[in-house]
């Protein structure tokens, strides 16, 4: 297994009676993009601000590079892009990153290359309070590459940004991975996530509800099969799959829980049959139906616990 | 905190500040402030005959020898207490408060330095600025005076060195507390805009009016002599030699124990802004 990167456990926090993280235990692998997803309100940011330092948790503890969470040798290391780009307006973007830049040590030529990445150079000299949203937005994606750190945590990157700006944004984030740059993304975007994510960790009402690959939140593919007659194609297809794995949904048409590159055995075995084969088509479950069925559940189970 | 991350931040922070307008705004009123009340009211005074609100009975050659170059100790201390300390205020609670409004704290501490280093180079590069606030105030005090003697045919003499940097000390001293006490209030208030009216309110208004009731009774006067204006002021009476009619000067107490309050509230200040930052949740 790869070496951890993150490691949370039973992370909290509490502001007066509102639990905004509830034992929280996460892991993120060195190398991995790792989606963190969430509705509004459900404590992902609260978590990645534990995991920076920026607030202490109520309980539980974090680590992060092998060391806790917070400490200046820590954070140097780590890129963050936490709840909306925070520069000074007066100043231009490539003075807003030589500021920062001055803070880490770095030379002005490590600005000029973060720039560049984010496609921002051109622009660099405006101020930065007259940036669109999505050009403070790729500012503070620069901000959080100074000095090529070992693990990013990008918190809505995408927030702002134009189509272009989003097929960019995934195409930089995918180039990182790519290098074998560990990046943890909180995003809205889930079909953005499926792309470029290799795990995700769910997170509703302060809970982690689940922590996986992308594959297995998502479940299996299925195959649908239109065939005729249907209880003969039915009874083959039984013989075929397990006896739970196949199932009727209507219009002549089932429901069979094997992967895609079984299609061509299905045929074949219903042909074999005797059984007229019309359509046969590969239906994978998105992870943004995955994510709505688990977090709509999650919310039931938290207010089943609650009363 | 390392001497490489307190000065890594030092040098952030001066390079953001000397590209903020407000900033140069504020100096630009100061400096504005400083030749009017020390040099043009009083000069046009002296030219026309008319009396002004601080050479009230002064005779001509008294008025002319506040304008010469060996009256500038005097002239470098006297606006601090009322206009020098509040500005200086001003500025320490928009270099401490807008950083929770715009964000930037949080960017600052997800860059590596110790929250330490950070605040501590963010106090270093105000210190920095009140030095220049000051130097510059005695390069146009110098200028200004010369000038003037020059004008008026009258021999230049310049202060003795000591007087020079007495005064010089001082009235860094007094900008200094009033900027790091701003900075204080704008880490407390997570803001510029309730830091610069309450401390503006506290500086300009409330400390006079509790010394206007502390010499009616003496257990707010102990309270009063150990406030900041009292301090600051009792230490520009202490270079100018006791008031001069200038608002804000005073003679409350003596000018050790003024310097010893005002030397103790920079290093509260400045204490207090760290410990503060260093334990805060930046939610």
């Known amino acids: 297994m790869k070496e951890l990167v993150v490691e949370t456990d039973g992370l909290t926090k509490r502001y007066g009676d509102r639990l905004a993280v509830d034992r929280v235990s996460m892991t993120v692998r060195r190398g991995e993009v790792y989606g963190f997803l969430g509705p509004n309100g459900a404590g992902k940011t609260t978590t990645l601000r534990m995991m920076l330092g920026l607030i202490r948790p109520t309980a539980g503890a974090a680590s992060v590079l092998g060391r806790p969470a917070g400490r200046p040798d820590v954070t140097a290391r780590i890129g963050a892009l936490v709840e909306g780009p925070g520069f000074y307006p007066y100043l231009s973007g490539r003075d807003n990153l030589r500021t920062m830049a001055r803070y880490q040590g770095l030379a002005n030529t490590e600005v000029d290359r973060v720039l560049e990445m984010v496609d921002l150079a051109d622009r660099a000299r405006d101020a930065f309070k007259g940036y669109s949203l999505g050009m403070k937005q790729r500012l503070g994606v620069a901000a959080a590459m100074l000095g090529a750190p070992d693990l990013l945590v990008l918190d809505e990157p995408t927030n702002g940004l134009d189509p272009a700006g989003m097929a960019d944004m995934r195409a930089l984030v995918v180039s990182l991975a790519e290098a074998g740059q560990t990046v943890i993304l909180s995003s809205h975007i889930l079909a953005e996530v499926q792309e470029i994510c290799d795990r995700v960790g769910v997170i509703v009402e302060g809970r982690l509800l689940r922590e996986s690959t992308v594959a297995d939140l998502r479940g299996g593919a299925t195959l649908r099969v239109r065939a005729t007659p249907e209880d003969a194609a039915l009874a083959a297809l039984m013989r075929l799959a397990d006896d739970e794995g196949v199932r009727r949904s209507g219009n002549e048409t089932l429901e069979v829980e094997l992967p895609a590159t079984a299609a061509p055995d299905v045929v074949r075995h219903l042909v074999a049959h005797s059984i007229d084969v019309h359509e046969v088509t590969v239906a994978e479950r998105s992870l943004e139906d995955a994510f709505f069925e688990m977090t709509s559940s999650g919310m039931a189970s938290n207010k089943e616990v609650a009363s | ?283």
């Not at chain 2, 310049?158 to 880490?187: C, H, I, K, N, R």
Request: glycine share 14%; net charge negative.
């Open chain 2, 1 to 283: 905190m390392s001497v490489k991350a307190m000065v890594g931040s030092t040098a952030a922070e001066l390079l953001r500040l000397r590209k903020w307008s407000a900033i140069w705004v504020i100096v630009g009123a100061w400096l504005a402030l400083s030749l009017s009340f020390g040099y043009v009211f009083n000069y046009v005074s002296y030219k026309t005959g008319d009396d002004n609100f601080a050479g009230d009975g002064a005779s001509d050659a008294q008025l002319l020898a506040e304008l010469m170059p060996s009256a500038i100790p005097d002239i470098l201390v006297s606006g601090l207490p009322m206009f020098g300390g509040a500005l200086a205020m001003v500025v320490g609670a928009l270099v401490a408060g807008n950083g929770f409004g715009w964000g930037t704290w949080k960017t600052v501490f997800t860059q590596g330095p110790s929250r330490s280093a950070a605040v501590g180079g963010s106090l270093a590069a105000v210190t920095v600025f009140m030095f220049a606030m000051m130097t510059a105030t005695l390069v146009l005090c110098a200028g200004v005076s010369v000038a003037i003697a020059a004008a008026e045919g009258q021999p230049i003499t310049m202060p003795a060195l000591t007087d020079l940097a007495q005064s010089f000390g001082a009235g860094f001293l007094v900008l200094e507390m009033w900027a790091l006490l701003g900075f204080l209030v704008g880490v407390l208030a997570k803001g510029p805009a309730l830091a610069v009216g309450l401390g503006l309110v506290w500086s300009l208004v409330v400390e006079n009016l509790l010394r206007g009731v502390g010499s009616l009774l003496s257990g707010v006067e102990t309270v009063t002599d150990a406030l900041p204006g009292t301090a600051g002021g009792s230490l520009a009476g202490a270079i100018i030699g006791g008031p001069n009619g200038t608002p804000g000067v005073l003679d409350a107490i003596s000018g050790e124990r003024a310097l010893v309050t005002v030397a103790a509230y920079v290093l509260v200040a400045a204490v207090a802004a760290v410990v503060v930052m260093r334990r805060r949740d930046l939610a």
